[in-house]
């Protein structure tokens, strides 16, 4: 079974924004703990993926949902507008946790509505980037039983 781990907007600038809400580490820093726990956890694929752009993720839950692939997604503020990207994991029947790395319920109060939530396998708030390989091995978890 293949993974596939996917990030929105912004999450490419991860070390330098924010680092009091988001830490110091980068994206390639989550990747390189993601991809080592996705070998240990038995995963066929994987792939580490980040966009800036909504269509583009909504493409990338199709694939998904086509290749019968598990989804980490940090959709980041797209998590609270996108309407697409509920209807696309609704309709792809892709398998997504949602992740996010602060805790968006202790934040401002417009990060504490999901669209995501409703259509997540699960949902994993802040843990800081610990929680992608919480979801991995959950996800890791399901494919075995
Ligand atoms: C985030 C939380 C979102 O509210 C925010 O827009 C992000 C990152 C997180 O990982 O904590 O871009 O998804």
């Known amino acids: 079974r293949d993974l596939l781990v996917l990030n ?19 994206l390639a820093d989550v990747e390189a703990a993601c991809r080592a726990r996705a070998e240990a956890a038995g995963f066929d694929g994987f792939e580490f993926r980040q966009t800036n752009h909504e ?13 019968g692939a598990g989804v980490v997604l940090n959709a980041g503020a797209y ?21 996010h790395i602060s805790n968006v319920h202790a934040r401002e109060s ?5 669209f995501i939530s409703p259509v997540a396998a699960g949902v994993i708030v802040g843990l800081g980037p610990l929680g992608y390989l919480l979801a991995i091995d959950a996800l890791a978890e399901e494919a075995k039983r």
């Open 110 to 114: 417009f990060r504490h509505h999901s």
């Open 55 to 67: 269509g583009v993720l909504v493409d990338w839950i199709h694939e998904a949902g086509r290749r």
């Open 8 to 26: 929105g907007p912004n999450l490419n600038l991860l070390g330098t924004r924010e680092p009091a809400v988001y830490g110091a580490g980068t």
């Open 79 to 99: 998590t609270h507008t996108s309407v697409a990207l509920h209807d696309a994991i609704k309709g792809s029947g892709a398998r997504v946790i949602e992740v």
